[in-house]
């Protein structure tokens, strides 16, 4: 590798392991030869050296379109550099997740990403002790990783106050229910039915709240919605916590012989790509996706840097209206 790039040893040393010091020049010849001679280092080796330029991804699982975005938004900021992400499903249990971890870290990642984690604060904290950490969607603070967010309160205030805008008066709500030991107001889901009942109280509608706990998936919103639409009165409007949560309510509203939005308006959060799909077109919230597995990216390899001041970057959610809401139906 040396000889073909005709720089020294410790020049194709520093390269690989992307030490200071390195000119653009060399930086370039190095980097030339490599793809000439298709050299590919050995992770295990790099490892043992100090780095493996690899991170890991913790996803609760892989089917929420949602993950797909931050994982798009992560692999945008790391094509500009020497990382890779493994990713790896840390399931609905907390024994599932904390496999998964000790898989990742058993690969000698150089940091982690946790998207939604069910550890309770005390892991989390325990994991950023030995490996830089970043999480995402919890709302606690910690001096020991940095947190990735988007302000729930403000999102879940747009969809309920569009809903009430529009008219409904009987507005349900489904939210989720995990094996997570955060403390309840750290999780999303949480502050989004609690933001939810807020508004509901405020404009005098305390007697027509109507909560589901389900869970924030397509079976979850079809159970959450069946349950809420068999309730006297019967709700003119639904907000489900999470897309795939909506899809299932709608699903439920055509089993029920509702149209939407004629007989039943509903309202997502997360707007995935699904939601603006012609044959959905759900109203969603956007909480930008992209944005928060970019600044994940940008945030973890500062930290593997050396940055150890915590970092909290929140994202300010918008409302996507769509064909799924529309005033009530006439009495």
């Known amino acids: 590798m040396a000889s073909h790039a005709q720089v020294s040893v410790t020049a194709v040393s520093k390269v690989i392991n992307n030490a200071y010091g390195v000119s653009p020049a060399m930086r370039n010849k190095v980097r030339t030869a490599i793809d000439e001679l298709g050299y590919r280092p050995q992770a295990v080796a790099r490892g043992m050296r100090g780095r493996t330029f690899t991170i890991g991804l913790v996803l609760p699982h892989i089917r929420n379109p949602f993950f797909a975005d931050i994982l798009d938004g992560l692999t945008t900021h790391l094509d500009t550099t020497d990382y890779q992400a493994f990713m790896i499903q840390g399931g609905a249990t907390r024994p599932v997740e904390h496999r998964a971890v000790d898989a990742l870290l058993s690969r000698q990642v150089d940091g982690l ?3 939604a984690p069910l550890a309770s604060k005390n892991r989390l904290e325990h994991i950023a002790q030995d490996k830089p950490l970043v999480v995402l969607a919890r709302h606690e603070r910690s001096p020991h990783y940095d947190s990735v967010l988007a302000d729930d309160e403000a999102g879940a205030e747009l969809a309920v106050a569009h809903l009430l805008q529009l008219g409904h008066r009987r507005i349900a709500h489904i939210t989720h229910q995990d094996d997570s ?9 949480t502050i989004r039915a609690a933001t939810y009942q807020r508004l509901m109280r405020e404009h005098g509608l305390a007697g027509h709240i109507a909560i589901a706990t389900s869970y924030y998936n397509e079976q979850g919103g079809y159970d959450g919605a069946r349950e ?4 006297t009165p019967r709700p003119t409007a639904i907000f489900a916590g999470a897309d795939q949560a909506a899809l299932g309510a709608l699903a439920a509203a055509h089993d029920a012989g509702l149209t939407v939005p004629g007989g039943l308006s509903v309202a997502g959060y997360d707007n995935t790509h699904l939601a603006a799909l012609p044959n959905i077109a759900l109203t969603s919230i956007d909480q930008d996706g992209h944005e928060m597995g970019r600044a994940a990216g940008k945030l973890l390899l500062e930290r593997i840097e050396g940055r150890r001041t915590p970092v909290r970057f929140t994202v300010t959610p918008t409302l996507i209206v769509r064909a799924s809401t529309a005033a009530p139906p006439a009495p």
């Open 113 to 115: 990403i946790m998207v």
């Open 181 to 189: 030991l955060a403390r309840p107001a750290d999780l999303l889901h």
């Open 228 to 231: 809420l639409l068999a309730r």
